[in-house]
């Protein structure tokens, strides 16, 4: 985990390094964090050069309006879902200018959990234009403030490893 607001930063800008070496740009759809990841990546200047957009599609009616997650994908499997975050992701690449995106949606707490999607549960997908949309499911603990942090810190990182040349 990241200790500090600069480790963040530096987080952001080897993200921000990686992505102008492929000439790439980012776009966020953000639900549990409400846009910490795209506010993230925008606090560095020049990141105009780099971020596309940012989706904050707290509802489920915004996930379907503006990502275009099937309302029947939300029913079936809730949005806290591999089912969902995977159409997150991809909704966002689509609705996009960008070359990569993450999603993430989750259960930041103190409520909303339940036995089989505990408070902390996140489910957080990356995809790439011509790659399949790859999804993880994060158990994370803490408040909601550290949830949320932990959210961000993950995103970053597997962000960060989409990036980079392979």
Same mark, same amino acid.
């Given at each position: 985990?990241? !200790? ?7 987080? #952001? ?37 780099w ?18 997650? /099937? ?12 089912? #969902?975050?995977l ?9 996009s200018?960008? !070359? ?9 707490? /103190?409520?909303?959990?339940? /036995? !089989?999607? /505990?408070?902390?549960t #996140? ?7 011509? @790659? ?17 942090? @932990?959210?961000?810190? @993950?995103?970053? @990182? ?9």
């Amino acid at each position: 985990m990241l !200790d500090s607001m600069s480790e963040l930063e530096a987080e #952001v800008l080897s993200l921000a390094d990686a992505l102008r070496a492929r000439g790439w740009k980012l776009a966020a759809a953000e639900s549990c964090t409400g846009g910490l990841i795209a506010a993230a990546c925008t606090a560095v200047s020049g990141s105009s050069d780099w971020f596309e957009r940012g989706f904050v599609t707290y509802s489920n009616e915004a996930k379907t309006e503006l990502l275009g997650v /099937p309302a029947a994908t939300i029913a079936a499997h809730g949005a806290v879902s591999r089912a #969902v975050v995977l159409a997150m992701a991809e909704g966002a690449l689509a609705r996009s200018h960008a !070359d990569l995106a993450v999603a993430v949606t989750g259960i930041a707490g /103190p409520t909303g959990g339940s /036995p !089989d999607k /505990p408070v902390g549960t #996140v489910w957080l997908a990356i995809t790439t234009k011509g @790659q399949p949309t790859e999804a993880r499911r994060l158990q994370l603990h803490g408040d909601r403030a550290a949830v949320r942090r @932990q959210t961000v810190e @993950q995103a970053l @990182q597997r962000l960060l490893d989409a990036a980079r040349p392979s």
